[in-house]
């Protein structure tokens, strides 16, 4: 799937005047929705996997109305001037992983291989991951590996279905 990058600059990600914290070797940012939910917190990794992911580590599944809401807000969010994948990951243990991901111009999906990526790296440098992780969707499982390393590439497997079928005349 490519090579993984945490710089902001890379995704592009303004990250002036946010609070920090490090887990790990994953550094992590402040940042707060304003939504019909309220005004709520959370602390995110940005990570590119050649498009932008912003990703939470949740305790607990997020409701459908916090996928969206949320998601919807830190899309089109200005620290992200070319918009924003947003990933909700619930650790399950270190080889598994819940994943729900609001994919910017799009909403929500029920499978996004570079979320899943995304998502697998940041919990592998914040060190609750290993470096096999099986990640389960709405749309299906999907196993992600990745040594840690910036140089090496992130390798994704999983099965394929068609999900539909279509004709247009021109």
């Known amino acids: 799937m490519g090579l993984v990058s945490f ?8 990250a002036t005047g946010l609070r920090t914290q490090t887990v790990g070797q994953l550094e992590q940012y402040s940042l707060e929705s304003n ?9 995110g990794g940005i990570v590119s996997v050649g498009n932008p992911h912003l990703v939470f ?9 916090q996928v969206q809401q949320v998601g919807q807000f830190f899309e089109k969010n200005p620290r992200f001037p070319e918009g924003v994948n947003v990933g909700f ?6 080889k598994n992983i819940q994943l729900r991901v609001f994919e910017r111009g799009v909403g929500e999906t029920l499978a996004c291989g570079t979320g ?16 096999t992780v099986q990640v389960h969707k709405l749309g299906g499982v999907l196993e992600i ?5 910036l140089s090496t590439s992130v390798l994704m497997t ?9 004709e247009f005349i021109l």
């Open 158 to 166: 999983g099965g394929a279905q068609m999900v539909f079928e279509g």
């Open 7 to 14: 710089n902001p600059k890379k995704l592009p990600f303004e």
């Open 116 to 131: 899943a990526c995304a998502a697998v790296a940041t919990g592998i440098r914040m060190g609750v991951l290993s470096n």
């Open 57 to 65: 580590v949740l305790p607990a599944c997020p409701s459908d109305d």
């Open 89 to 94: 990951m619930v650790v399950i243990d270190s």
């Open 145 to 149: 590996h990745w040594d840690g390393n």
């Open 35 to 43: 939504t019909m939910r309220g005004l709520e917190s959370y602390w």
